[in-house]
């Protein structure tokens, strides 16, 4: 009696599942150069910058990318480490640890990391991905807050990638994971230690990443996300309205962007004689550019400067166990119902034997969990 094949063993292939982690990408060296191809394919994304392209473009190319990638590639190296930029150092130790830990949970999942802008692309992994068998991938962004120009965009390119590709693994994605207590805890935890360490601040400032505050007119959940970020971190940390303020950063071009903003409140705090401010930035999964320049040393010498005694930068979450298992929970609770435990390669060995040379049907192999 011939053998059938069929589905999952059509070509030989089991379901397999992974998790592809998506960050936003940095330049590959901290020269103007490398600078400009990045901010050439991050600005251009019509997701980050909503101004049409037929007036955007000469101002793009005119204006910006000949004046910012010498000034930006300047305050990259003050920041850049031996094995790298730092967003791209701790983006990939975070899926070499997820991978380790959704190990340790008994799952057989494949974890890859990509970059939406730079490398290694979203493109590119993907098709490793696919080429290592994956017949199923959990899209996981590295923004908790959901924002139009950050995750969509990531979207963006996992479904172009789908449109290039003959056969589209199955596709799951994760929007959001902003008020997820195991992220919730993993951000106080790292605040308690280091309170732990260097005593405890007058004020503390949780900053965001801004966006043009037209987005939240139009619909963008980012900032209702921040905002309830913070609440909750808060509460968890146990402040007081007055101990706490919530802020957003890097503001771009002349637009109005969402406010408070960070650099302003933080002088006024040191003009009104606050002593000791302590800043954290808990949209920020790992610390980066906006992080150890912009905060570290930007606004730093702003509150210094302003009068403040003593500033002090509380890291991203980056490496700290907390955050992987946080990351491990969100990443489970999106692939319930995905089988992520492969059949016993073994048993599943013999019983294609068995069924080849016995004749038992094909519906009498172990059903692919
Ligand atoms: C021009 C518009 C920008 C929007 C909108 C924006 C949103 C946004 N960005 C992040 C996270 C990061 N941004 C980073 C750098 C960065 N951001 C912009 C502009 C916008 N961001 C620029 C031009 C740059 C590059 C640096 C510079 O030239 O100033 C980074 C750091 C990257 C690194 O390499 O370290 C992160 C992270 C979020 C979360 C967000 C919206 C919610
Ligand atoms: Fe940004
Ligand atoms: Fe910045």
Known sequence: MPFQTEPPYTHGQAARTAVLLCNLGTPDEPTAPAVRRYLADFLGDPRVVEIPRLAWWPILHGIILRTRPAKSAAKYASIWTPEGSPLAVWTAKQATLL????????????????????????????????????????????????????????????????????????LRFVNRYHDHPGYIEALARSIEDYWRHHGTPDRLVMSFHGVPERTLHLGDPYHCESLKTGRLLAQRLGLRKEQYQLTFQSRFGKAKWLEPYTQPTVEALGRAGTRRVDVVCPGFTSDCLETLEEINMEVREAFLHAGGKEFHYIPCLNDSHAFITALSQVAQQHLAGWPTTLPDAAQQADALAQALAGGAPASALPAPR
Do not use: C
Request: charged content about 15%.
């Open 99 to 170: 991978r380790g830990w959704l190990g340790q949970a008994g799952h057989h999942v494949l974890v890859r990391h990509a970059m939406r802008y730079g490398n290694p692309s979203i493109a590119s992994q993907l098709d490793a991905l696919k080429a290592e068998g994956a017949t199923r991938i959990l899209i996981l962004p590295l923004y908790p807050q959901y924002s139009g120009t950050t995750t969509a965009s990531v979207f963006d390119a996992v479904y172009g990638w789908a449109a290039r590709t003959r056969n589209v693994p199955e």
